[in-house]
């Protein structure tokens, strides 16, 4: 067996004295394992960071074998974000969240393309990339729910059917609630910062942190949870960086 695609390194383990175990992301394949030989030396190790994008070749006898992973590099996002933390924490975050509760070889296209999307906006100008990205990494995160089956609710509100006034989200069916509806439920709710439901709303740094506990918790819950894994410390630090920002 044998393909070729673009794909998005998502994490690269030392394998011995010189090889990687590489996780790869492709649109057609979905999450995919391979071994690359050299892929800890120096040259290796430029090309498999996670973040970027590769033009890989995947090679094996058998499907079910982990195989063996060649590639070149198409763009190289990890290195352009290298020295902007929040940046780096960005992208470090959705390679772990990616690479942790996607389903081996399951092919979801519209994840990959939202990831390839994310890295070339944040890697265009890291300074910026909080104001020019978070809005695009929670809604990936929304996304990544909805492929999972873990999707969000936020068409009307669950109280009173109403579509306007969204305000908050049920940490148990997630599910929207208007502010009208949350009556003294209100302190258990999630809040719903509008980015979730305007694509033109890039949120302000409260938005970003109720939005970061909005999908934690039903990443954790969820994506991670049913499978008895926490969520992964890449995410976390992220939560504890934007956190840790004045508004």
């Not at 992301?25 to 996670?50: D, K």
């Not at 079910?64 to 933390?85: C, D, F, K, T």
């Not at 949350?182 to 980015?195: D, I, S």
Request: proline letters at 6%; glycine letters at 10%; one cysteine or more.
């Amino acid at each position: 067996m044998e393909w070729e695609a673009p794909a998005l390194v998502l994490s690269a383990a030392p394998y011995g004295e010189s090889s990687a175990i590489i996780h790869l992301l492709t649109e057609e394949h979905g999450l995919f394992h391979g071994l690359s030989r050299g892929g800890a030396a120096r040259a290796g190790r430029a090309l498999w960071q996670p973040g970027n994008l590769v033009r890989a070749v995947w090679r094996g006898r058998l499907p079910e074998q982990l195989g063996n992973l060649s590639g070149e590099l198409v763009h190289g996002s990890a290195a352009r974000v290298m020295s902007a933390p929040l940046a780096l924490a960005m992208l470090a975050s959705v390679c772990a969240v990616a690479d942790g509760s996607l389903p081996e070889r399951e092919p979801h296209p519209r994840i990959f393309d939202l990831l390839t999307r994310f890295f070339a906006l944040i890697s265009l100008d890291p300074e910026m990339a909080a104001w020019n990205g978070m809005a695009a990494l929670l809604r990936w995160e929304a996304s990544l729910l909805a492929d999972l089956g873990y999707g969000l609710d936020l068409s009307a509100c669950a109280v009173t059917g109403a579509t306007e006034g969204l305000a908050w989200v049920s940490p148990r069916t997630g599910r929207a609630v208007s502010d009208s509806g949350a009556g003294t439920w209100r302190p258990r709710l999630l809040r719903l910062p509008g980015l979730f439901l305007d694509e033109s709303d890039p949120g302000t740094r409260a938005d970003w942190r109720d939005g970061l506990r909005l999908t934690g918790h039903f990443l954790a819950r969820d994506a991670f949870g049913q499978h008895h894994r926490p969520l992964p410390a890449a995410r976390l630090r992220l939560a504890d960086m934007i956190g840790a920002e004045p508004d």
